[in-house]
């Protein structure tokens, strides 16, 4: 035994020494210490020594062992360590090299332009006022003069929860919230989320985003609200823009126009861009209906007032020259970075 028991520790020790990496090491490791291994072996011909032999050779047995284990430590730790330096040379710092930049990310061109007409508007002592994306559809449509069963509901396709719940097909509710708190005057523009349900293309979304502005106060005419469309394009689309009003028709506004600017591209001489109109159809707009005014407990009789809206990712386009609506959802970064 004594004989079986030195080859055996001579083995392990080659093995130990030939061992280039730690697959290798681990592989002589099961071989004489492992469950199958030389040493288990030895022990299980233990049964084949009397009671009094039994002792000495176990004796025999743990001394080999533990020199076997030791010279696996010893090796561990050469390994280790080996590892170690490798790792600190190669991720050695050179604290003279340029460091290098984080890419920075960029806001989205909707963003942009929301942020560049809440300037527009807080500096002429607009506030910012806002309200919830799940609104009652007397908010939503009643109250602004859009009954039940009336055909003006058949171009705003909703997205009802029940049937006075709905997702807000505008901003206007905001209006509306504001206008029944009773404080006057208003002055406050309405930015935010809206839904409709239409077909993703290239001028539509379910999901887009609205501006509205409301003035209330005695006194407020047709000439405000034309003074205040011209400011507003010209401090977001240039100095030169025109403004034109054509008639149209909202059953919260009376009278109502639709309101086009005057082409950045050409100047209002015919371009690709307006499609050789000169003008390009940005919001609509109108004088508050009188029937609103009441609804809402003002007395049309001494208040009037006037409001507009917009979509921000029409503005977004018109401003950056985008043909797609599509191009603002996609989330592509070479695209947005353009802005």
């Not at 989205?108 to 002429?124: C, D, Q, S």
């Not at 939503?140 to 058949?154: M, Q, S, T, V, Y």
């Not at 919230?177 to 009773?182: K, T, V």
Request: hydrophobic share 40%; net charge negative; aromatic share 8%.
């Amino acid at each position: 035994m004594k004989e079986r028991l030195e080859q055996i520790a001579r083995e392990a020790a080659e093995a130990i020494a030939g061992a280039d990496s730690m697959r290798k090491l681990e592989e002589a490791r099961l071989r004489f210490l492992g469950k199958k291994g030389e040493m288990t072996a030895v022990l299980r011909g233990m049964a084949a020594f009397t009671r009094e032999e039994r002792p000495a050779i176990g004796q025999l047995v743990n001394s080999v062992r533990e020199k076997i284990e030791s010279l696996f430590t010893q090796a561990e730790a050469l390994f280790s360590r080996k590892a170690l330096e490798d790792r600190i040379k190669n991720e050695t710092l050179d604290i003279t090299l340029p460091g290098k930049q984080a890419a920075l990310g960029h806001k989205h061109p909707i963003t942009l332009v929301a942020e560049e007409i809440g300037e527009v508007f807080l500096g002429m002592g607009y506030e910012i006022a806002e309200g919830p994306e799940i609104e009652l559809d007397l908010f939503n449509f009643e109250l602004l003069n859009i009954p039940k069963g009336h055909p003006a509901r058949d171009v705003q396709d909703s997205f009802f929860i029940d049937e006075n719940i709905v997702l807000r097909t505008h901003t206007s509710p905001v209006q509306v919230r504001a206008m029944l708190s009773g404080k006057l005057p208003i002055r406050i523009i309405c930015p935010g989320k809206t839904y409709r349900i239409d077909e993703m293309d290239a001028t539509h979304s379910p999901v887009f985003h609205q501006v509205e502005a409301l003035v209330v106060d005695k006194g407020v005419t047709m000439g405000d609200l034309i003074g205040t469309l011209k400011k507003f394009a010209e401090s977001i689309f240039g100095g030169d823009t025109v403004i034109r009003l054509r008639p149209h028709h909202f059953q919260f506004t009376e009278p109502s126009a639709e309101v086009d600017v005057s082409c950045w591209e050409c100047g209002g001489k015919g371009c690709r861009v307006c499609k050789n109109e000169g003008f390009i159809e940005l919001l609509g707009a109108g004088m508050v209906n009188p029937k609103v005014l009441s609804m809402c407990g003002i007395d049309p009789d001494v208040y009037s007032g006037f409001a507009f809206g917009m979509g921000l990712e029409r503005v977004a386009m018109c401003k950056y020259n985008i043909s797609s609506l599509r191009w603002l959802y996609d989330n592509d970064i070479r695209y947005l970075s353009q802005a």
